[in-house]
């Protein structure tokens, strides 16, 4: 029912790399180059990780990158550290308003 | 460090008004910005609700534009969101963000910690 389509989860070890898609269509990622991604640890305030695609605010590791193609959006997060578990959520501008993806689970075995 | 914090009822009656208030510091809303109000029902993602400018300006999401009401009090650095005749489908933990290069935001850079809001029957 979201907007966008994210995996529900994801997995990966200390020291891999993952990567989360994030699916629209040509009304948002594909229009735009104004893809997010937040990082949600349950019970805090979610963090902005990555704007216009693959900007990351002061303060965010460069583990962590963005990218897209076409109507796909994806945040890598290379290094993976145990602090890395969390929810991911992408999001798009879509002309007169922002859509979100459902979320993705990131599981560090 | 700018900071929110949701608040109000965690329980609101099927027909009734939700209300809620975002008290923000480390910035001053006078001193501009749009603030953004966004919810997560259960098992679904997360939706923009509407913005409010410090000068009162709102820019409201079509899917509950005639039920919601967004206001902005700068004595209090507080803004502010009133969703009329809940419904069930109003559940959710409701969050309030600083939305960035447009009213209804291209990203947001900061959020509250959200605060669930249950509508009973």
């Known amino acids: 029912q979201s907007a966008l389509t994210q995996p529900r989860s994801v997995s990966g070890s200390p020291g891999q790399s993952v990567t989360i898609s994030c699916t629209g269509s040509s009304g948002d990622v594909g229009g735009y180059n104004y893809v997010s991604w937040y990082q949600h640890h349950p019970g805090e305030a979610p963090k902005l990780i990555i704007f216009?695609?693959?900007q990351r605010p002061s303060g965010v590791p460069d583990r962590f990158s963005g990218s897209k193609s076409g109507n796909t959006a994806s945040l890598t997060i290379s290094g993976l550290q145990a602090e890395d578990e969390a929810n991911y959520y992408c999001s798009s501008y879509a002309g007169t308003y922002p859509v979100f993806g459902g979320g993705t689970q990131l599981i560090v075995l | 460090q700018v900071q929110l914090q949701e608040s109000g009822p965690g329980l609101v009656k099927a027909s009734e008004t939700l209300s809620l208030t975002c008290s923000v510091s480390?910035?001053?809303?006078?001193?501009?910005?749009?603030w953004a109000w966004i919810r997560q029902s259960p098992g679904k993602g997360l939706e923009w609700i509407g913005s409010i400018h410090q000068s009162g300006s709102t820019h409201y999401n079509p899917s509950v534009k005639s039920r919601v009401t967004l206001s902005v009090d700068t004595s209090k650095n507080q803004f502010s969101l009133r969703l009329d005749s809940v419904i069930a489908a109003d559940t959710a933990v409701y969050y309030c963000?600083?939305?960035?290069?447009?009213?209804?935001?291209?990203?947001?850079?900061?959020w509250g910690p959200g605060t669930l809001v249950t509508v009973s029957s």
């Open positions: 216009d695609v693959n």
């Open positions: 480390g910035y001053s809303i006078s001193s501009g910005y749009y």
């Open positions: 963000a600083r939305p960035r290069m447009t009213p209804a935001g291209r990203y947001f850079d900061y």
